[in-house]
């Protein structure tokens, strides 16, 4: 199936999802890919896998919904696993479909359920924001993500659907030390690439970027900044990089398949 075969039916899983009113929407790349669709280099990208997420409650739902429509599950390592996360494959394809409950753990933490009822196929823009830059070892897909968010849609002060809610990040960043240390970090990074290894064409949506992205990587990095931070965060920088602030990405094995990574980050994992 090509990338747009596989954008397609992520849309059309989240579509009829909704008629049944079973909470489900995109993240990572596939959802990066529903709000940029006119982006080449995410077009170009070959189409693996669909990530979502949903709710505790909605899990039954969602294994019912899913498996109706052709998808096998991963019986045993959802029983195991289904409080956090669930597992399918589309097996005409041999493609894996992940399903986070609740909320995303990999280098850190955050929780999304209060999100599900937005509006569109995707958990809002600064969502998908947190899932990248969460990342400890950030790769080029990722910071290619971040950029082509930053270059397409605006900062806000508040939620919106089609603006990147800068108080939602900083709820994070601004509680855990870690979480800033990691989000300002790549931010920095991603500025720096924006700057000096940026190739042409990495940004290309058949017109001008609506915003410069090594700009809004900046500001958003200064609000971060700028943001009153928890007597927690405090406590927890004056120990700083002497204790590791993030997890460790693991491995999970499946009975479809081989072990896949399902956090951190690496070639195939939850932000992709």
Known sequence: MTEAGVLDEALRLVGLADAARVPLRLLGGI??????????????????????????????????????????????YNVANGHKQLYFVDPANARPVDVLIDRMEMCHTFDFSGDLACRGATLPLADLLLSKLQVVRINRKDILDVLILLAEFPLADGPLDDAIDVARITKH??????????????????????????APGDLDVGRP??????????ELLRRID?????????????VGERVPWYDEPEEEAHDQGPARRLRGGGDRDMTE
């Open 31 to 76: 959802a990066v890919a529903v709000r940029v669709p006119s982006w080449r280099v995410r077009a170009d990208r070959p189409g693996r896998d669909m990530d979502f997420a949903t709710d505790r409650g909605s899990r039954r739902a969602v294994t019912e919904f899913l498996e109706g429509q052709g998808y096998v599950a991963d019986r045993r």
């Open 173 to 198: 960043t601004s509680a855990d030390w870690g979480w800033w240390r990691t989000a300002t970090g790549n931010l920095a990074a991603i500025q720096a690439f924006a700057e000096h290894d940026l």
């Open 209 to 218: 970027n609506r915003f410069d992205p090594s700009l809004q990587a900046a």
């Open 226 to 238: 700028a943001a009153p931070k928890s007597m927690g965060w405090k406590v927890r920088a004056r």
